[in-house]
């Protein structure tokens, strides 16, 4: 007997993403359940090679359902995730709802998933920032390495983390930059076209924004308290797939070469890193597929002991779905579900 899985904001651009990488990893799955608001009641959505209805949240009863993959905001996580986790569901949530909560595991399974343990004191489990996913998988194995003491990190965020609307903001500029149609920011607070925007969510007292602040506290979170980390996230005109420059100085000595072997071999990480020309990974490689790809490895002379690298990874999959469904298959296959039978 397999699991029953609801999906909390199946007609989003993550949750769409999540129905399909479930049928495409083929997870322990009998039923599949969309939700979403009432407005969305009754459109149709695809799962693998079916189409399924989406059903309303607000009337759905979680008291037989194993485990709820939830991509539909902040607001509604913190409304809905602990009334779905009561009734015995585990939820596994993609907003910034839970992530900073100390009974909520915080989890990337390259990376941390001997800590998803901790889920059942409050049976809600957080993702991930998507810029913060990639970064901590090409961390990780660095960071044991040779300890990496300070991290600084420049995100080029595709618009697809500000969701649908942010997408269509983007192709709808862009045409009317080429047919001189006025244009008019709605989504991004400037012209995202032909344009870059250092400012991803709300500014804080201290001048970062709220997405540079999840970066430094989740990077914490999940790798290492005592690792200083400093970020500046900007938005480009990019669909899909962010990429980070991130130099990091380590307490120990690795060189270029030891990084590329380190990482070569590292759960969920792939190595394309030719000095030549497009020796490297662009966004547009990298949308579509699983792995946090990791290029431009080079030894920073300006510090002791100190590397360069350029990241890239599909934000909608390793950055938010994909995670969120390796989590549900780290649950199952440690035996810490406990499956629900319908009463």
Same mark, same amino acid.
């Given at each position: 007997m397999g699991y029953k899985v609801a999906v909390v904001g199946a007609t989003g651009n993550v949750g769409r993403e999540i129905l399909g990488i479930l049928a495409e990893r083929q997870f322990d799955a009998d039923q599949v359940i969309p939700l979403a608001s009432r407005r969305s009641q009754g459109t149709e959505v695809s799962y693998g090679d079916k189409t399924l209805k989406v059903k309303a949240l607000d009337n759905y009863d979680f008291s037989d359902t194993d485990i709820c993959l939830m991509s539909a905001g902040g607001d509604i996580s913190k409304e809905w995730a602990p009334k779905i986790a009561a009734?015995?569901?585990?939820?596994?949530? %993609?907003?910034?709802?839970?992530?900073?909560?100390?009974?909520?595991? *915080? =989890?990337?399974?390259? +990376?941390?998933?001997?800590?998803?343990?901790?889920?059942?004191?409050?049976?809600? =489990?957080?993702?991930?920032?998507?810029?913060?996913?990639? *970064?901590? +998988?090409?961390?990780? #194995? *660095? @960071?044991?390495?040779?300890?990496?003491?300070?991290?600084?990190?420049?995100?080029?965020?595709? +618009?697809?983390?500000?969701?649908?609307?942010?997408?269509?903001?983007?192709?709808?500029?862009?045409?009317?930059?080429?047919? %001189?149609? #006025?244009?008019?920011?709605?989504?991004?607070?400037?012209? =995202?076209?032909?344009? *870059?925007?250092? @400012? =991803?969510?709300?500014?804080?007292?201290?001048?970062?924004?709220?997405?540079e602040w999840k970066v430094l506290a989740e990077t914490k979170k999940m790798l290492d308290p005592a690792i200083k980390v400093t970020c500046t996230a900007v938005r480009v005109p990019v669909f899909v797939s962010h990429s980070e420059s991130v130099n990091l100085e380590f307490e120990n000595p690795i060189s270029a070469d030891e990084a590329r072997d380190i990482l070569r071999e590292a759960p969920g990480c792939l190595v394309v890193d030719k000095q030549e020309d497009g020796g490297y990974v662009t966004p547009y490689e990298a949308t579509g597929e699983d792995a946090t790809y990791i290029s431009r490895i080079r030894e920073d002379a300006t510090v002791e002991n100190g590397l360069n690298l350029w990241v890239v990874s599909d934000n909608l999959r390793k950055g938010a779905a994909l995670n969120a469904v390796q989590i549900a298959e780290v649950l199952v296959n440690r035996r810490l579900l406990k499956k629900q039978t319908a009463a």
């Amino acid at each position: 007997m397999g699991y029953k899985v609801a999906v909390v904001g199946a007609t989003g651009n993550v949750g769409r993403e999540i129905l399909g990488i479930l049928a495409e990893r083929q997870f322990d799955a009998d039923q599949v359940i969309p939700l979403a608001s009432r407005r969305s009641q009754g459109t149709e959505v695809s799962y693998g090679d079916k189409t399924l209805k989406v059903k309303a949240l607000d009337n759905y009863d979680f008291s037989d359902t194993d485990i709820c993959l939830m991509s539909a905001g902040g607001d509604i996580s913190k409304e809905w995730a602990p009334k779905i986790a009561a009734q015995g569901c585990v939820v596994i949530d %993609n907003s910034s709802a839970w992530r900073y909560d100390a009974d909520v595991p *915080l =989890i990337v399974p390259e +990376v941390n998933a001997d800590a998803i343990v901790g889920f059942s004191k409050k049976n809600i =489990i957080a993702n991930p920032n998507c810029s913060t996913a990639q *970064l901590v +998988v090409a961390l990780k #194995p *660095l @960071h044991d390495a040779a300890k990496i003491k300070r991290c600084v990190v420049s995100t080029y965020q595709s +618009v697809s983390g500000g969701g649908k609307d942010a997408m269509d903001e983007l192709f709808e500029q862009t045409r009317a930059i080429f047919v %001189n149609d #006025p244009i008019e920011p709605k989504k991004f607070t400037k012209r =995202i076209a032909f344009n *870059l925007i250092p @400012h =991803i969510d709300v500014f804080m007292e201290d001048g970062y924004t709220k997405e540079e602040w999840k970066v430094l506290a989740e990077t914490k979170k999940m790798l290492d308290p005592a690792i200083k980390v400093t970020c500046t996230a900007v938005r480009v005109p990019v669909f899909v797939s962010h990429s980070e420059s991130v130099n990091l100085e380590f307490e120990n000595p690795i060189s270029a070469d030891e990084a590329r072997d380190i990482l070569r071999e590292a759960p969920g990480c792939l190595v394309v890193d030719k000095q030549e020309d497009g020796g490297y990974v662009t966004p547009y490689e990298a949308t579509g597929e699983d792995a946090t790809y990791i290029s431009r490895i080079r030894e920073d002379a300006t510090v002791e002991n100190g590397l360069n690298l350029w990241v890239v990874s599909d934000n909608l999959r390793k950055g938010a779905a994909l995670n969120a469904v390796q989590i549900a298959e780290v649950l199952v296959n440690r035996r810490l579900l406990k499956k629900q039978t319908a009463a």
